[in-house]
């Protein structure tokens, strides 16, 4: 199907151990996006692409890694999960042109034990 | 990032217009301004946006002040499905990025 989206859908993880969420679309768009969100700070960005192999930081990188090797593909990694982490991670494209509409992928819940 | 300025709640009765208010006094002749919606438990959902001129479209309508530090997004029939949290935000049009600073929003609760 066409769109946006994230897998999985809910996660529980232990501290310490690596966890990768994935994000695919099928708009062919050229940004991509990694929010979190959290009660009390609303959707904070933590890392973009602009396009295949380029990637820069957002508001809160740190403990994240990130890769883009294809337009369509856009995983986030935790290398090493913290509690702070538990939060619910929205993926979003938008083309390269124009406004810079953001279509947002349904989320996935991440709870660190 | 330029800021925006929303209240933190609002309420209206279904079927009735619901006027949301922005301001957004810092914006630059070149940003545009987006909304958009999360309802409970699902990702943010676009709503609109405009540069200079009101829009229209299936969901709502974007009113522009004329001189753009303030907006106001309608939505002409609440329903219950509308009740959300609504986001107003500046896309700044510098450089690469295309990233959107989201804030508190408002809250919308929507009495049947």
């Known amino acids: 199907d066409a769109g946006i989206t994230q897998s999985p859908r809910y996660k529980i993880t232990e501290t310490g151990r690596q966890v990768t969420l994935m994000c695919h679309q099928t708009?062919?768009?050229?940004?991509m996006f990694w929010y979190r969100q959290d009660l009390g700070h609303g959707l904070r960005l933590i890392y973009y692409?602009?396009?295949?192999?380029?990637?820069d930081k957002g508001e809160v990188p740190d403990g994240y890694v990130v890769s883009r090797s294809k337009t369509e593909n856009f995983p986030l990694t935790l290398e090493s999960a913290t509690r702070s982490q538990t939060s619910v991670y929205f993926c979003?494209?938008?083309?390269?042109?124009?406004?810079?509409?953001?279509?947002f992928g349904p989320g996935t819940r991440l709870t660190v034990l | 990032d330029a800021k925006t300025t929303q209240p933190n709640s609002m309420e209206s009765n279904e079927e009735e217009p619901v006027h949301l208010p922005c301001n957004h006094s810092?914006?630059?002749?070149?940003?545009?301004i987006h909304w958009y919606r999360q309802l409970p438990s699902q990702g943010p959902e676009y709503v609109i946006h405009?540069?200079?001129s009101n829009v229209n479209n299936r969901m709502a309508s974007l009113a522009i002040a004329e001189d753009r530090k303030s907006s106001t997004l309608i939505l002409h029939r609440a329903t219950l499905r509308d009740a959300a949290v609504y986001y107003c935000?500046?896309?700044?049009?510098?450089?690469?990025?295309?990233?959107?600073?989201f804030g508190a929003g408002t809250i919308l609760r929507v009495k049947s």
């Open positions: 810092t914006i630059s002749g070149t940003d545009y």
């Open positions: 935000i500046l896309r700044e049009n510098r450089g690469y990025g295309n990233k959107l600073v």
């Open positions: 708009w062919s768009h050229s940004y």
């Open positions: 405009g540069l200079t």
């Open positions: 979003a494209s938008s083309g390269s042109g124009g406004s810079g509409t953001q279509y």
């Open positions: 692409s602009a396009a295949a192999d380029i990637t």
